[in-house]
């Protein structure tokens, strides 16, 4: 990455303040944690936390074929969507290999994507590359901010603050409204598995929303996460993250992604080759895996069984909830059901593993 | 960032301790606090021979691995046992109760190849 390319979030000053440790990641200078990753994954899944995610990148699809053009380009089925609904989609290649992994939003007058820091620019081609006449297409990112308030207080500490009842926000719904103030589209989503919200917010009124939310939740003690708890907590849903348990040579099929591959849906870009896919059936499968032993498998690690190579680790950490270490990875179709057992090599030493059923909690 | 001024460091961010000929080694406060939460550290066996910026054992954060590198060659005479259950002493006290391994160096020699504080504050700064 260009170093004077690499960019700061309008929360960067706070988290400076913060005490936050900061990696550059994506292109940004992002805070990896503040107190400690243990900490903050344990305060999310107790509490709430608070995450400046603003790294994501936010593409409009606007005009008469707006949807049109949203159905070609990505697998799920946005038809479906009433307004104010989300949905998790992801935009594949024409050999079925993933593009990237988003969230598709249906407002009165636009679908908005929001897909990963590491793919706004080749995602954002991708998309122009198959543009379709009668619809416009914007990528937005620079102009939002986006904060996570995330954990079971999180409609508590937010509902100090807005006039709508957010308990009447569904699951992957959404609203535009007021938040201190200050307008914002107000998300029920997030990448943790806890009860949670995303906040688009202005650039200018940023460091205002995250003031106010971190004073609306101080009677449950929010604090600042970092990329790291995300890292851990998204893992123990076994929520993928692109780059390590999704690319373009991994397809939605085999990475447990067929409930968002609607092929009913018409044509879109990818569907024949993963019809053909579907039709012979998938080779291999993303699993989540545990390890008996202390140890702790990572991105990389290769999975065998009675000395057989049997796939490889896309993800691994130390589990901050159930104290072990805990991994996804692709494996060969016949070792994939829970219960199956294999060995994890751990700096070249075989360390005992079982497939478990996900999410992990 | 504390580096106390009676130890001496390596590059590879290990603290050295020395007293005769044993060397008591450990992690700065620098490098754990770039790890994050220890949750792991695999300890060499007693009696096992070190060499000099080789790795000796290997230190696991919730989402890295490190390799934990000898400051000096000789034989391992002593390992911080308490770090089996509890290696977040490492994060509490690097230089105190987060100590890892105790070498018996084979040549005072490798010494003189140490950083003094002041060389390894002038390291980490860069």
Known sequence: MDKEKIKETALYDVHLKSGAKIIEFAGYMMPISYRGIIAEHLKVRSSVGIFDVSHMGEIEFKGENALEMVQRITINDASRLKEYQAQYSAMCYRDGGIVDDLLVYRFPNKYLMVVNASNREKGYKWIIENKMDGVEIDDVSDSITLIAVQGPNSIKTLQKLTEINLEKIKYYHFAESFLAGSNVVISRTGYTGEIGFEIFVSIEDSEYIWDKVMEAGKEFDIEPIGLGARDSLRLEKKYCLYGNDITEKTNPLEAGLGWITKFEKGDFIGRDVLIKIKREGIKRKLIGYAVVEKAFPRKGYKLFKNGEFIGETTSGIFSPSIQKGIGMGYVKKEFSEVGCSFDVIIRGKNVKAEVVKTPFI | MNIP???????????????????????TDYAQGELGDIVFVELPKIG??????????????????SDLYAPVSGKVVDVNNALVNEPDLINKDPYGEGWIIKIQAENKEEFDNLLDASGYKKLIEN
Request: charged share 20%; hydrophobic share 40%; net charge negative.
């Open chain 2, 5 to 27: 001024e009676n130890l001496y460091y390596t590059k590879e961010h290990e603290w050295s301790s020395v007293s005769g000929d044993i060397v008591t080694v450990g992690i």
């Open chain 2, 48 to 65: 096992i021979e070190t060499t000099v910026a080789q790795p000796f054992g290997v230190i696991e954060a919730v989402k890295t691995v």
